[in-house]
């Protein structure tokens, strides 16, 4: 079973950056594959980006495409969300999500473990 702790959210401007972290603990993390998404309020929780066990297969929703990168470091049991021109509808609460296996993967159904979220919100 692993453990899950999201950091790095704030408020930043339009245009401007963020890094979010997801710090593992309690499994071996290149087992797992790993998945950001993100809850906006209201709204159902939707796929942002995955990385297969090794970083060699990373997917994007379109929304993000060329704006976000994932990437992970398994040595230090982290994976990470780089956003960049950010934009007032990115605000949402984002959580990493993790399942044990190495294809990355795209449905939240299929992730088992979750981090409690970290707030981004992105002022006009």
């Known amino acids: 079973q692993v453990q899950l702790v999201e950091s790095g959210g704030g408020l930043v401007q339009a245009g401007g950056s963020l890094r979010l972290s997801c710090a593992a603990s309690?499994?071996?993390?290149?087992?797992?594959?790993m998945g950001w998404f993100l809850q906006a309020p209201v709204k159902e929780r939707d796929f942002v980006a995955a990385?297969?066990?090794?970083?060699?297969?990373?997917y994007y929703a379109d929304s993000v495409k060329g704006r976000f990168t994932i990437s992970r470091d398994n040595a230090k049991n982290t994976v990470y969300l780089q956003m960049t021109s950010l934009k007032p509808e990115d605000t949402a609460v984002y959580y990493c999500?993790?399942?044990?296996?190495?294809?990355?993967?795209?449905?939240?159904?299929?992730?088992?473990?979750w981090g409690q979220g970290t707030q981004v919100t992105v002022s006009s």
């Open positions: 309690g499994s071996t993390f290149s087992r797992y594959a």
């Open positions: 999500a993790a399942h044990e296996t190495r294809t990355a993967l795209l449905s939240i159904l299929s992730y088992d473990y």
């Open positions: 990385i297969s066990w090794n970083g060699g297969s990373r």
